[in-house]
């Protein structure tokens, strides 16, 4: 099987580095680095009818080590999304504060956060979220457009590859409805990864794929932990993604909302 150990690797010297976070002090050990993303007291509710708010979140903390690969589980509609939106500043809490690489999502306006997210996090949404009227490579570069961490010159080549490396070097001006839900799913991973990344969010990367490109992806995203230090968080539920995780995450186990109107009771 192909080795994918590059894709994401590269510019050295040029990754974000995060930076300690005060309220834990510095000089840790690699066991003791400061979590790259830190959630604290985060509620998340989202409108209903009639006044009400349907409680999806209620985390007390959750602490991300920087470098680490973490899963997450849980059932269907138990909230894996929301947090993973939450923490990549597409949504912001109800209450509660996140910090990613030192920030705090929450000070920060949407304009603000589009950036943040555009230089600090890649993400690979569950569903794809790809941009229709563009080609493959079209999309992966936009992302580094946007970001303006890759020279413009080496943007082109570098999509190519990724999505080569992805297996869709026959794929590149495929616009997304040219594409199979397999395909698609890969050129959004190549995007997620187009930037390098330092925190690599994943919503079940592999749920459109075969075992055999599950696992190239998996690699992957190993690699990115293992080589380049970035950290993924990622939600899945097959066995192969687990292998070799640094923390396996039931999300009932951080989460104490109970997923029901206000007003209604545990059943
Ligand atoms: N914008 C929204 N407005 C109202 N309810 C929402 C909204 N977004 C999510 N929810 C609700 O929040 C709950 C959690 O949704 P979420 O998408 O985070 O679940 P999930 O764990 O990712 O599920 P799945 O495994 O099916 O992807 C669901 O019950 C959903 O109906
Ligand atoms: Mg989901």
Request: glycine letters at 8%; hydrophobic letters at 40%.
């Amino acid at each position: 099987m192909r080795q994918p150990q590059d894709v994401g690797a590269g510019r050295e010297g040029q990754r974000h580095t995060s930076r300690p976070y005060a309220i834990l002090g510095s000089g840790q050990s690699m066991a003791q680095t400061p979590p790259v993303v830190l959630l604290q007291e985060v509620h998340k509710s989202f409108p209903l009818d009639q006044g009400r708010d349907l409680q999806v979140l209620d985390i007390p903390q959750l602490a991300v080590r920087e470098g680490s690969y973490t899963v997450v589980q849980g059932p269907s509609g138990s909230g894996k999304t929301t947090l993973l939106n939450l923490i990549a500043g597409i949504t912001i809490p109800t209450s509660g504060h996140i910090w990613v690489s030192g920030t705090d999502m929450t000070a920060l306006s949407e304009p603000q956060r589009d950036r943040f997210r555009a230089a600090h996090i890649g993400y690979i949404f569950q569903t794809f979220n790809l941009l229709a009227p563009f080609t493959a490579v079209e999309n992966v570069m936009l992302a580094m457009l946007f970001a303006q961490a890759i020279p413009k010159r080496a943007q082109r080549q570098r999509a190519v590859a990724l999505l080569s490396r992805l297996g869709l070097s026959a794929r590149l001006a495929h616009r997304p409805a040219q594409l199979s839900r397999g395909e698609q799913q890969r050129v959004a991973i190549a995007r997620a990864l187009a930037n390098d990344p330092p925190v690599l969010l994943a919503d079940e990367p592999c749920a459109s794929l075969d075992a055999a490109t599950a696992q190239v992806v998996l690699m992957a995203l190993h690699s990115l932990c293992r080589e380049s230090h970035q950290t993924v968080l990622i939600v899945a539920h097959d066995t192969a993604a687990l292998e070799g995780a640094d923390q396996v995450l039931d999300i009932r186990d951080i989460n104490r909302a109970t997923g029901r109107p206000d007003g209604v009771d545990r059943a």
